[in-house]
């Protein structure tokens, strides 16, 4: 261990091809090398993106919970008119918490959790590019949350809508700490995103194994990686927006202040700007996880891989110029109307694309009826009753009647849990056994699937009813003769259904960890190389560089009648912690890359910038500088250029030190 | 591609670590300088959409005055020049030069703070006086806290360069904060061209 | 593996059933007018029927299409295939075939999407202006949580008359946040926004009282911004404008409640033609001619009158109008007032 502190590596290295046979003393070494101590020095100081992908799993399952919670609570106080079980306010902030909570804590960071574990493994590689930062992007996600949560116990919790429109959610209207904690959240919540973003998208150009090129790549990457694209672009507005509303609340600005010449509809476009690629962002690495599992349960590979990949990053091209539809009633020009009314109706094609490819795979396939091809199946009707609604609504003139109503409820929730929640509960089913080494129960789950289905379309196909019969979004209550008392009663009851499905599931997921049925290493019998490691994998994922030949190498020789991916025989790197960095486009070696050991500097950041922000938040302009300076030295700790990691040259002088390398 | 998989070399020498111009850290501060620029583009659709829908008389306090900062913009340009010049000689083997180059810029980048800071004091508005205020100090903040943070980092780069850190084989990361340095000067021209010279245009 | 095919079969059918058993629903209910917001079904002018034909149209086209892919899903689901040998445990078929299917696939539904498009840009172009100029213009004010209504020399709350058959210009400014103005029956809705004017048009074709609803988030009392247009002929209209033009006559008999209203409650109401020029709440001149008080919340009768005043933030909480003790005499006088606010 010692020689790493004074000895830079070489400058190059000839790699031998080789291999590492399991239980050999070799493989102990690097199993030794790449694992992480257990106990709490290790939990707060790893590293390994699997630890990190799980915990990204179980919070973001935890804040589901919360926002579950809070809505099933909307929900009684809907089911019946003229309901006094809560307050205007009360209710004001539950469907404001609910928004955020899921659309926020939940809805992203489940994916980045299946993105974390995955990718790596999926890729061929040892890590994420960045293990450190990946690390980083978890401690402040988990801070973000509860900072967002932190007036909640106080009755304080934002109360203007998770889209929180100026000036309702200025000075003049919110006095209260609850705007500026939801706003401050944001920003550091996007730094979370922003970092993970930065992490998929260096990932994928650098950390390959050799021969993956672009079209071997599974359409989970792809989706991940169109994601991150979008929001490296997009997250920076709806930060820029939060900042400067926290500047006019605390600061005395002008961005907002309508009377002193700013603009309320400045806040609706930055906010859109950001808000309408990030509902792409919180689906499109979902529809991945469809892409690439749902083959193995017809057991053929995906059809039209190519144009499910160009209709991935298609979609999120096209997101980027359709925001305007969320404003449709603000007043603009009819011009204006018509393009980003157009858009909003073409954008359907490249979903068009990979439905009928879903629907071509399951037809020429032979369907194989487990637990999770249900779900993935009945994503695909979800998908659709989701996307269809979103035609409705980009209908400008009907737009005009549509927004605002419980119709757009219904829509964003038959796409967010129709597109986010069913792959993301499929793909638990479905990775469940690569995580923990067991199987989930396929009897618990298929009657799981079926409740949770039924539940979801009572609770929410009437909203459609609902919204078509003029109910408003975002009332607390209602009258007696509006014709909305039997929608909503059916849609109450339809809502705890789905939440006695939660139950199951969870109850199954929580039963399997302990007394599921042993797994092997594929026990699906699937074609990506995240099947080809042991149940769990080992820290190191593969203890050589695989080489890759197609899209689907465990399937290679059924398929073609020869193997040419090689799995078991590739480079050896095992001279500390090494991971393969290849060519961007073909997925050429390129260099040996120095990977970091586990370190405490993220999480220390972590803690520093929520200092910082509680600082802000509580305007003690010391407390915020602290954590500024806290923020700076553990920048610097971590940046500080490694001689093992071969960040920098200098070996020492014979006469200075003691050992000798 | 896919006979690849067999024709790979046997035994492939291949650089280990960050020796390369394409390390990933530089990937990684590409990726943070494109979302950094449309953190500052969304800065200036801020400034752009407000200006185009005020009624009051913009900017409110008549024409920006452009001498400093013209005189200033080319400060900041040059500081690149020799951030840029710094990591070549480095790769060169000359160090001491190399450590010339990174004080220069600082200094420059240094003289850019202060000039900018007379700019601020010398206008009659703040940050909450007006509208036009508070987007002027804004947009030039965040860049003045990119500017900082710029120095900072080229003071670790002086710093480690002149420890001997750095050398033919391994300088990523003067290549890594130059390219940050290299997107804070290139911002500010957008910067510059929005605040200062786009009134004079949108005038007619 | 037969149980999941019936199973799958079922939920097809019984989904088909499910919008079936809707539809029928929502004609039902609606068709006894108990839905005054419902626009699917019912649309009184020029500025809405497009819109409400635009609307089934594509739902027709939306409905079929669910149909259509749900029948494509479940028939890929449970479709015959030659049953499995032996050999079958572990093959995997080939990369090849089923592109046919995208092709085919997104080549119809891009072709029904274009149409679908054109369709929808000539809906707009009808609806989004009038043929002719409105002749006349109400300027609408959104505030926390009622509606200010104001033509040329009348001042109301929270509901507005128009002639039948005749296009209105209804001029949208917000006192505060951001509010939306939407009668879905006569047309669709537009955000009020402070610091910005914006306008739409509605027209009545047929006599009626016609309900309208706040429908962007504005606070705590959203829920409790509702409002009426009521088209009548114009002889009949005129005849309302002149009598909500008359400022108030002073009633003698009723000097004791008019110095309650003066003390309690001039600071925000206005009555025209007397000291009371409050003008943060609501018009009360021709208070009795309405259908409604509190923005839609309450019919318009003396005891609900007292009922709000008294009680305001148990009807309709975190309004700006404070509950207000009143003692009997004070109410009865109050009351008395109210009465000559015809």
């Known amino acids: 261990m010692t020689e790493h502190a004074t000895s830079p590596p070489p400058l190059q290295r000839t790699l031998a091809i080789g291999r590492i046979e399991p239980g050999s003393a070799e493989e102990r070494k690097l199993r030794e090398t790449w694992e992480t101590p257990p106990g709490w020095r290790g939990w707060l100081s790893t590293v390994d993106h699997k630890s990190i992908g799980l915990r990204y799993l179980l919070t973001a399952f935890a804040f589901l919970i919360a926002g579950g919670i809070e809505a099933l609570i909307m929900r009684v106080q809907l089911a019946r008119p003229d309901s006094t079980l809560l307050t205007p306010e009360q209710y004001n902030q539950l469907f404001t918490m609910h928004g955020v909570t899921m659309i926020f804590l939940y809805a992203l960071p489940v994916l980045s959790g299946f993105s974390n574990y995955l990718w790596p493994l999926i890729l061929g590689a040892r890590d994420m590019a960045f293990p450190r930062l990946n690390a980083l992007s978890y401690w402040i996600f988990l801070f973000a949350g509860l900072f967002l949560y932190a007036s909640f116990p106080f009755g304080e919790a934002p109360n203007a809508g998770w889209f929180n429109y100026a000036p309702l959610a200025g000075l003049t209207y919110n006095t209260g700490p609850n705007i500026d904690v939801y706003a401050l959240g944001m920003v550091l919540l996007g730094i979370s995103t922003t970092v993970g973003s930065m992490n998929f998208v260096v990932t994928f150009l650098r950390m390959r194994a050799p021969g993956m090129s672009l079209d071997r790549v599974p359409v989970l990457v792809w989706g991940t990686l169109t994601a991150s694209g979008g929001n490296l672009l997009a997250v920076p507005s709806v930060s820029l927006a939060f900042f400067l509303l926290w500047l006019d609340r605390r600061i005395g600005t002008h961005f907002f202040d309508v009377v002193n010449g700013g603009r309320a509809l400045l806040w609706q476009h930055l906010f859109w700007i950001f808000a309408h690629p990030w509902v792409y962002a919180v689906v499109l690495p979902a529809m991945g996880i469809v892409s690439d599992a749902l083959p193995v349960f017809c057991r053929r590979p995906l059809v039209g891989y190519l144009p499910v990949a160009l209709s991935t990053v298609a979609t999120m091209v096209i997101g980027f110029v359709v925001w305007i539809h969320h404003m449709f009633a603000t007043g603009i020009p009819a011009l204006a109307l018509s393009f980003f009314g157009a858009a909003s109706m073409v954008i359907a094609i490249p979903s068009a694309v990979a439905t009928f490819a879903w629907i071509a795979t399951i037809w020429t396939g032979r369907p194989v009826f487990r637990v999770p091809f249900l779900y993935f199946a009945g994503f695909v009707f979800l998908f659709v009753i989701g996307g269809l609604s979103g035609v409705l609504t980009a209908a400008v003139p009907f737009d005009w009647q549509l927004t605002d109503t419980y119709f757009v409820v219904a829509h964003l929730h038959y796409v967010l849990l129709g597109i986010n929640v069913f792959p993301v509960i499929g793909g638990i089913y479905f990775w469940f056994p690569k995580f923990t080494g067991r199987m989930m129960s396929e009897r618990i789950g298929r009657i799981g699937f079926w409740i949770l289905f039924t539940g979801f379309n009572i609770a929410f196909f009437p909203m459609h009813i609902a919204g078509l019969l003029g109910m408003p979004r975002r009332i607390y209550t209602y009258a007696p003769d509006m014709g909305w008392n039997t929608v909503n009663m059916i849609t109450s009851i339809g809502a705890f259904l789905f939440a006695f499905g939660v139950l199951i599931f969870m109850w199954d997921f929580v039963y399997s960890l302990r007394r599921g049925p042993v797994a092997g290493d594929n026990p699906w019998d699937a074609p990506t190389l995240e099947w080809a490691t042991s149940s769990p994998p080992p820290p190191y994922n593969f203890a050589i560089a695989p080489r890759i030949a197609s899209r689907h190498p465990l399937w290679e020789e059924r398929i073609s009648g020869k193997m040419r991916s090689r799995l078991d025989e590739g480079y050896i790197l095992d001279k500390g912690r090494e991971a393969l960095g290849t060519t961007a486009l073909d997925g050429d070696p390129d260099v040996i890359l120095k990977m970091p050991e586990d370190s405490y500097a993220p999480f220390w950041l972590g803690v520093a910038s929520l200092v910082f922000f509680s600082g802000l938040a509580l305007t003690a302009w010391w407390l915020a500088a602290l954590g500024l300076i806290g923020c700076g030295a553990a920048i610097v700790v971590w940046l500080w250029p490694r001689r093992e990691l071969g960040q920098r040259d200098d070996t020492p002088e014979p006469h200075e030190t003691g050992a000798t390398p | ?204 | 593996m037969p149980a999941t095919h019936k199973a799958i079969h079922c939920a097809s059918r019984s989904t088909r059933a499910m919008i079936a058993f809707l539809a029928a629903f929502v004609c039902h209910a609606s068709a006894r007018a108990d839905a005054p917001l419902n626009y699917f079904l019912h649309a009184d002018g020029p500025a809405a029927t497009p819109t409400m034909r635009l609307g089934w149209a594509l739902a027709a086209l939306a409905v079929a299409v669910a149909l259509i892919v749900s029948v494509l899903l479940v028939g890929a689901i449970i479709r015959k295939r030659p049953p499995p040998t032996k050999r079958d445990a572990s093959h995997v078929q080939g990369e090849g075939g089923g592109m046919r299917w995208v092709w085919i696939g997104t080549g119809i539904s891009s072709v029904a999407l274009f149409v679908a498009l054109a369709y929808v840009l000539v809906t707009l172009e009808s609806v989004a202006s009038p043929r002719k100029e409105p002749a006349l213009t109400i300027a609408v004010t959104a505030y926390d949580w009622w509606w200010k209504i104001d033509y040329a020399g009348v001042t109301t709350a929270n509901e507005i008359h128009i002639p039948v058959g005749e296009p209105v210009k209804i001029e949208l400014r917000s006192a505060d946040v951001i509010h939306a103005f939407w009668v879905p029956r006569l047309a669709g809705k537009t955000q009020t926004i402070p610091g910005v004017v914006n306008e739409q048009w509605i027209q009545a074709d047929r006599a009626g009282v016609y309900r309208g609803q706040c429908s962007q988030f504005c606070g705590a009392q959203h829920a409790h911004m509702a409002f009426e247009v009521i088209a009548e002929p114009r002889a009949q209209f005129d005849a309302w404008y002149a009598a909500q033009a008359r400022p108030h006559a002073a009633d003698a008999t009723a000097s004791a409640g008019q110095r309650l209203f003066l003390d309690r409650c001039a600071g925000c109401h206005a009555v025209r033609g007397s000291d009371a020029n409050g003008t943060q709440a609501p018009d009360l001149t021709h208070l009795n001619s309405r259908r409604l008080i509190a923005a839609g919340t309450l019919p318009n009768t003396e005891s609900n009158q007292l009922d709000w005043i008294r009680h305001a933030q148990r009807i309709k909480p975190d309004s700006l109008m404070p509950s207000i003790a009143l003692t009997a005499a004070e109410a009865a006088a109050l009351s008395a007032y109210l009465r000559t606010l015809q």
């Open chain 2, 1 to 204: 591609m896919s006979d690849f998989a067999e024709a790979l070399p046997e035994r492939a020498r291949l650089p280990i670590g960050s020796p390369g111009e394409r390390s990933g850290g530089w990937w990684g501060c590409l990726t943070l300088v494109a979302t950094e620029a449309a953190l500052f583009g969304y800065l200036i659709f801020s400034y752009l959409y407000l200006a185009s829908q005020t009624t009051q008389h913009w900017p409110p306090e008549g024409m920006p005055k452009l001498g400093l900062g013209i005189a200033n913009t080319c400060i900041l340009l040059s500081s690149s020049v020799f951030v840029w010049a710094s990591e070549r000689f480095v790769r060169r083997g000359k160090r001491g030069m190399g450590v010339l180059m990174l004080a220069i810029a600082l200094a420059l980048g240094a003289i850019f703070v202060g000039i900018q800071l007379k700019e601020w004091a010398d206008h009659p508005y703040g940050l909450t006086t007006h509208l036009y205020g508070s987007l002027y100090f804004t947009i030039t903040g965040f860049h003045m806290m990119h500017v900082l943070v710029g120095l900072v980092v080229l003071a670790f780069l002086l710093l480690w360069t002149a420890l001997g850190y750095f050398d033919r084989a391994r300088s990523a990361a003067l290549t890594i904060g130059g390219l940050y340095w290299h997107f804070v000067d290139v911002v500010w021209l957008f910067i510059f061209a929005t605040l200062y010279l786009s009134p004079y245009v949108l005038a007619k």
